[in-house]
């Protein structure tokens, strides 16, 4: 058992080295369209990721976590087309912002559990909605913010590819060793059996709390990445429906997995792109996949080879 382990650990090592290949090299060789759209998926991919912290690896019900991404967008939009400050500052205040509403909101919610968790945190998100969707005079209300000035540097569809890119791969890396850190086990734990946690000395409220609050900051991070790529940002960026993607997409990978939501995100952008060229009903599809989804693979995608590669039957008769 312990070799099968460590031969599935370097054989995604491995698989996750190429990948960072080719994603190095695919500007060189796709065109502009599906260069952007790559970057439309890692940005999402990480989105969707700093969601699944709170709601696969905590437990949290983490109903509108769209709007801290419209929050970041919003951010270094304003930033940027509002002030004269250096656009650094920017990048660094959207996740910071969306980082003090993750904590404003939690500690509102953080009494609360599971479903009366989620439904209130879906009003409270949908009333930060309301207010960039109505204030015409900063937000640009339901018009938006567009023509953000975005540095010469990553202005480009190549450079605002790497630029995704870059960010997305130091993100994924620092929210798996939080995964995996002492603290991800102990929230782990909390999401599995909160009673007993709490009963042998853990501070539940204060550790989902902080899940919160960092699920909120990537979030933000992601948020700042999308107006990167497309130059806006815009009320729908916090809209309680594409919160609902996200948690399809944690769905459709894999929830309990660290990779999976990333695997969904791929696949809710290729969906799109692919069936919505054929039909404005592309959600149609998506809702048949789903329910074939959750019936044959309740786990996900990465979740049922996760299985496979865990099961005793792929090990050998010396491991049993």
């Known amino acids: 058992m312990v070799e099968a382990k460590g031969y599935f650990k370097i054989r995604t090592v491995a698989l996750l080295s190429i ?7 695919a500007p060189s060789f796709l065109p502009r369209f599906f260069t952007y759209l790559l970057a439309l998926a890692l940005l999402t991919g990480l989105l969707s990721t700093s969601l699944n912290l709170a709601l696969g690896f905590g437990g949290m019900y983490q109903f509108h976590h769209a709007v801290f991404y419209g929050i970041g967008a919003y951010g270094v939009s304003l930033m940027l087309m509002k002030t ?21 909101m939690g ?14 945190q879906l009003s409270l998100g949908s009333l930060v909605w309301v207010v960039i969707f109505r204030w015409y005079s900063f937000t640009g209300g339901d018009d938006g913010l567009h023509g953000v000035p975005i540095p010469s540097l990553i202005a480009t569809v190549t450079g605002s590819y790497y630029f995704t890119l870059i960010v997305t791969v130091c993100c994924m890396a620092i929210l798996y060793m939080i995964v995996n850190s002492p603290y991800g086990r102990i929230l782990q734990a909390i999401r599995d059996n909160p009673e007993r946690s709490a009963s042998i000395g853990v501070r539940v409220r204060a550790h989902q709390l902080v899940a919160l609050v960092i699920a909120g900051f990537f979030a933000g991070i992601a948020g700042i990445l999308f107006v990167s790529v497309e130059g806006s940002a815009f009320p729908d960026l916090l809209s309680w429906t594409l919160s609902l993607e996200l948690i399809i997409m944690c769905l459709f990978g894999g929830w309990f997995t660290f990779f999976g939501p990333m695997l969904g995100s791929a696949i809710m952008v290729g969906l799109r792109t692919l069936v919505g060229g054929y039909t404005e009903y592309w959600t149609l599809v998506l809702a048949i996949i ?4 959750i019936y044959f693979l309740p786990e996900g995608v990465l979740g049922y080879f996760q299985g496979l590669g865990a099961n005793p039957k792929n090990t050998s008769a010396e491991d049993r």
């Open 19 to 25: 990948l960072l290949v080719v994603l190095a090299v």
């Open 107 to 120: 500690i509102i919610c953080i009494r609360l559990s599971k479903l009366y968790f989620g439904m209130l």
């Open 290 to 293: 789903l329910m074939l989804l």
């Open 84 to 104: 004269s400050l250096p656009p650094v500052t920017g990048f660094i205040l959207g996740p910071i912002l969306s980082a003090i509403l993750a904590l404003i």
